[in-house]
């Protein structure tokens, strides 16, 4: 009897183990990180970068409800917005960040590539715009926050009377945005207007 509890005790403790139930909850939460797997060619999107005669004129912001701090739609004060060139390499990344993107895995591009891009800040007006761009085909980012404005009714007392006493009470929750766009320059001295939304 006492040979037999023995090795069932052992068993019920590994299966129980805190050690073995904490690595089986991480392994789950791990978070994994995926790059494209093709060479960047650093070459050809520095080409797409040099100055050329173009220009690329925007505007950027978020449609939102009427309870929202900006009652309706909100413009991008002061926001940066990332121009990247669209290469073979960066068409990966975003294929892949479509297809695989979750709250567990996380898809990035090169430290490399990441370094061919082109940065400006909208205006008050939401107003932004890149100069002296060559023809060719482009990816826009922008990450923004709006604020949207709440209140409710909430029970603050009685009196000898059963009679209940409310007041207003306000509160505001912020949202974030990854706003993204591709966009194409056709021909040199033009204008590409574009909205990111």
Same mark, same amino acid.
């Given at each position: 009897?006492?040979?037999?509890?023995?090795?069932?005790?052992?068993?019920?403790?590994?299966?129980?183990?805190?050690?073995?139930?904490?690595?089986?909850?991480?392994?789950?939460?791990?978070?994994?990180?995926?790059?494209?797997?093709?060479?960047?060619?650093?070459?050809?999107?520095?080409?797409?970068?040099?100055?050329?005669?173009?220009?690329?004129?925007?505007?950027?912001?978020?449609?939102?409800?009427?309870?929202?701090?900006? /009652?309706?739609?909100?413009?991008?004060?002061?926001?940066?917005?990332?121009?990247?060139?669209?290469?073979?390499?960066?068409?990966?990344?975003?294929?892949?960040?479509?297809?695989?993107?979750?709250?567990?895995?996380?898809?990035?591009?090169?430290?490399?590539?990441?370094?061919? @891009?082109?940065?400006?800040?909208?205006?008050?007006?939401?107003?932004?715009?890149?100069?002296?761009?060559?023809? /060719?085909?482009?990816?826009?980012?922008?990450?923004?926050?709006?604020?949207?404005?709440?209140?409710?009714?909430?029970?603050? /007392?009685?009196?000898?009377? /059963?009679? @209940?006493?409310?007041? #207003?009470? @306000?509160?505001?929750?912020?949202?974030?945005?990854?706003?993204?766009?591709?966009?194409?320059? #056709?021909?040199?001295?033009?204008?590409?207007?574009?909205?990111? @939304?």
């Amino acid at each position: 009897m006492k040979s037999l509890f023995y090795p069932a005790f052992i068993m019920l403790a590994a299966a129980c183990s805190p050690v073995k139930n904490a690595d089986k909850r991480a392994s789950k939460n791990e978070i994994q990180n995926l790059y494209p797997q093709q060479a960047f060619d650093s070459l050809s999107a520095k080409k797409m970068l040099t100055y050329g005669t173009a220009t690329i004129k925007g505007i950027i912001f978020k449609k939102t409800d009427k309870m929202t701090i900006g /009652g309706g739609k909100t413009y991008g004060t002061g926001v940066k917005i990332t121009l990247y060139p669209v290469t073979p390499y960066f068409m990966e990344w975003y294929e892949l960040r479509e297809k695989k993107e979750d709250k567990r895995t996380r898809v990035f591009i090169s430290d490399e590539a990441f370094r061919y @891009r082109l940065e400006t800040t909208s205006d008050n007006y939401g107003r932004f715009v890149f100069e002296k761009m060559k023809p /060719g085909k482009y990816f826009l980012q922008a990450f923004m926050t709006t604020t949207q404005r709440y209140s409710q009714d909430v029970e603050v /007392g009685t009196n000898s009377y /059963g009679t @209940r006493f409310y007041q #207003k009470e @306000r509160y505001s929750v912020s949202k974030n945005h990854r706003l993204e766009q591709f966009i194409e320059v #056709k021909n040199e001295n033009e204008i590409t207007e574009v909205v990111l @939304r």
